[in-house]
């Protein structure tokens, strides 16, 4: 299912922005993403061959960065900062009422594949405390009717 | 006040973010008066007379830091725009990407001539995709308008490349920073060099903030005296301040940097929460050295807060109030540096994960008595030994939490409770 022709155009694209090809492992890696949901291996060697770095360290590469993935998740990812700011505001309550609502622990995904939950560090939307992200979207400020608003949007 | 604000005026109109608004507040005339009308050095000397220093959270003088770029090297120099905001508390450069893109392409165009730049990166945070967007989005008005691409007012050629990041604090470590945009891990390297001698790809290289380098326009337009004289006689202008947790009306202020914490809690913030008692406030990002109530009558300016056993940092005020449990407050820290740490130096690859295990055993009621001793042992060990300051931050919030509220750290130990009822959630 990986084919690197989906990709060519934009890569061309993103590799001409770069004084030198390396630079470009990480805008590659997030291309991959974007459009399988995950990073396979393929993308991976791909990813490697395009920028001249061995395989072994872009490997390296994606499991240093928190936003990389080499499997697929839920279609909703919901990513609950549980950082200090959040925390004085509510975020372990929101948390444990995310967590009885879709019946996972957090780093899990739903059976039916729609909700992966996770709890992350700061976001840097502190003022909205407490907060998420859902996909490419930061919401709150939460409280158990927000959480409800916010799964019933995703269905 | 408001007659010295330098960038929130801009802030409050979400619809003024585009070119033509942009242009109509006065926009991009800093920049043509730079190009036709001043010599690099000119700009130099005119921030520095500003006294504008980093708010990246260092406070390094930005005109300063300029001027030692090479001029002599063969070697390309390059801007790098730190937008990898990450410091847990702090939410500003957010809104200065979103609201104001244009201002900060203004300041990078500046910057740029000043230290004979023609290629400049910004290096936003991955997780920050709303305002990559719209960051983008102004990057490509001002190449239409030809603001970015060759022969800049018939003077300047240059390209900007938008990066984004992919979800690691440490990134925004300024090496650190340059070691992902080269496409690898995020490792901080060892200074010197520094990055002004060698930086991104071996070549001469500025790393500054999106709220320095917003700052910059502004400095043109009005002169250095003007900002100079909003700030301290070391340190010129305003911050924006992030505001959060326990007060009545969180989020972001702009005041000049002489303005006192307790006059950004009161005023601004609106008081703390529901009439509550102030117990403790970080001030500058979780990483600052954290104040007793009774310590908040201090200027938010670098030196300031220095003197005073902590730092400005990133301008990140987090509010706590009476009903705060300082021993959870801490594990909340501390579990944010055990995430974040490199990995690249042993004190640092261990000692915050050690340091979380032991305040997750306090907190859980499970604390020994020679814990906290402990704790401050291993945070003692950290300090001073590692390849960046990350490991220093780390043990900063150990040492204030236990030292200024030592009591309540020790009722967890003896009795295996929390006086304030609070029960500890594993996450
Ligand atoms: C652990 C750590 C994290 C940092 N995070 C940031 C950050 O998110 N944004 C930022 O601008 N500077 C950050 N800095 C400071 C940068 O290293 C650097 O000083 C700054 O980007 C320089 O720009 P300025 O002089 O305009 O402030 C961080 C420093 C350390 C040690
Ligand atoms: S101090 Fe910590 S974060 Fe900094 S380089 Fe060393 S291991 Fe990495
Ligand atoms: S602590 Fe949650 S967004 Fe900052």
Not at chain 1, 90 to 98: D, T
Not at chain 2, 61 to 68: C, N, R
């Given at each position: ?11 061309a694209e ?12 990480l ?5 991959v993403?974007?459009?399988?949901g ?6 991976e ?16 590469v ?10 697929a ?18 975020a372990?309550?929101?948390?444990a009422?995310?967590?009885e609502r879709?019946?996972i ?17 700061c ?13 490419d ?19 | ?6 960038l ?21 005339a ?8 001043m ?5 130099i ?12 959270g ?5 005109g ?8 002599d ?19 500003k450069d957010r ?7 244009h ?17 400049a990166y ?7 995709i ?5 960051f ?9 308008k030809g ?8 003077k300047w ?5 938008v ?14 920073l ?8 995020g ?33 043109i337009?009005?002169?250095?005296e ?7 006689p070391?340190?010129g202008?305003?911050?924006l301040?992030?505001?959060?947790g326990h007060v009545?009306k ?6 000049p940097?002489s ?9 601004q913030g609106?008081?703390?929460r529901?009439g ?22 201090v ?5 300031s ?10 301008a ?12 959870k407050?801490?594990l909340?820290?501390a579990k944010f540096?055990a ?6 130096c ?6 915050p ?6 305040i997750?055993?306090v ?8 814990d ?8 003692g060990?950290?300090e001073?030994k ?6 220093d ?8 939490y236990?030292r200024k509220?030592?009591?309540e ?11 304030l009822?609070?029960a500890y959630?594993?996450?």
């Amino acid at each position: 299912m990986f084919d690197s022709k989906q990709f060519e155009k934009d890569a061309a694209e993103i590799m001409a922005r770069y004084d030198q090809k390396k630079a470009a492992t990480l805008p590659l890696l997030h291309l991959v993403q974007e459009k399988i949901g995950y990073i396979p291996p393929e993308g991976e060697q791909w990813v490697s061959e395009k920028v001249g770095v061995a395989i072994v360290h872009i490997r390296e590469v994606v499991s240093f960065y928190t936003m990389f993935r080499t499997k697929a998740i839920g279609k909703h990812h919901i990513q609950v900062c549980t950082n200090l700011p959040c925390v004085l505001r509510g975020a372990e309550q929101v948390m444990a009422y995310l967590k009885e609502r879709l019946g996972i622990d957090a780093g899990q995904t739903t059976p039916d594949g729609k909700f992966t939950l996770s709890s992350v560090e700061c976001l840097c939307a502190c003022e909205i405390a407490p907060m998420c992200q859902v996909n490419d979207r930061y919401i709150g400020p939460l409280d158990r009717a927000a959480v409800d608003k916010l799964l019933q949007d995703c269905v | 006040m408001a007659s010295e604000m330098v960038l929130s005026k801009r802030l409050k109109n979400p619809g003024g973010a585009w070119f033509d608004a942009y242009v109509a507040d006065g926009g991009y005339a800093a920049a043509k008066k730079v190009l036709t009308a001043m010599t690099p050095a000119q700009v130099i000397d005119e921030i520095n007379k500003a006294n504008l220093r980093g708010l990246g959270g260092a406070g390094f003088p930005t005109g300063k830091k300029w001027s030692f770029i090479p001029k002599d090297s063969p070697k390309p120099k390059y801007l790098v725009v730190n937008a990898d905001e990450g410091e847990p508390g702090t939410f500003k450069d957010r809104y200065l990407l979103e609201r104001d893109p244009h201002a900060l392409i203004e300041g990078m165009l500046i910057a740029a001539y000043s230290i004979g730049c023609h290629k400049a990166y910004v290096y936003i945070r991955g997780e920050y995709i709303e305002p990559y967007r719209r960051f983008v989005r102004a990057i490509e008005e001002a190449r239409k308008k030809g603001w970015i691409g060759e022969a800049v007012q018939g003077k300047w050629d240059w390209e900007v490349t938008v990066h984004r990041g992919a979800g690691a604090y440490i990134c925004g470590e300024e090496t650190a920073l340059l070691s992902s945009l080269e496409g690898g891990k995020g490792f901080p390297r060892l200074k010197p060099p520094f990055p002004a001698i060698s930086g991104l790809f071996a070549s001469p290289t500025i790393v500054n903030n999106v709220e320095t380098l917003c700052c910059v326009p502004p400095i043109i337009r009005n002169g250095a005296e003007w900002f100079a004289k909003i700030g301290t006689p070391k340190q010129g202008g305003t911050r924006l301040f992030s505001l959060s947790g326990h007060v009545e009306k969180p989020g972001l202020y702009e005041a000049p940097v002489s303005v006192t914490l307790r006059q950004l809690i009161e005023q601004q913030g609106g008081g703390v929460r529901g009439g509550k008692k102030l117990k403790a406030v970080v001030p500058g990002g979780i990483s600052a050295k954290i104040l007793t109530a009774a310590e908040i009558d201090v200027a938010m300016d670098f030196d300031s807060l220095t003197a005073a056993g902590t730092m400005a940092g990133s301008a990140g005020v987090i509010v706590m109030d009476e009903s705060t449990c300082m021993v959870k407050a801490l594990l909340t820290a501390a579990k944010f540096f055990a995430h974040e740490s490199c990995g690249q130096c042993s004190p640092c690859r261990e000692g915050p994960g050690r340091l979380y295990k032991i305040i997750q055993r306090v907190a859980a009621g499970q604390g020994r008595r020679q814990d906290l001793d402990v704790l401050l042992a291993v945070a003692g060990n950290m300090e001073g030994k590692t390849i960046c300051v990350f490991a220093d931050a780390a043990a900063w919030p150990i040492q204030s939490y236990i030292r200024k509220f030592r009591s309540e750290f020790e009722h967890h130990v003896e009795t295996g409770t929390c006086e304030l009822g609070h029960a500890y959630a594993h996450h």
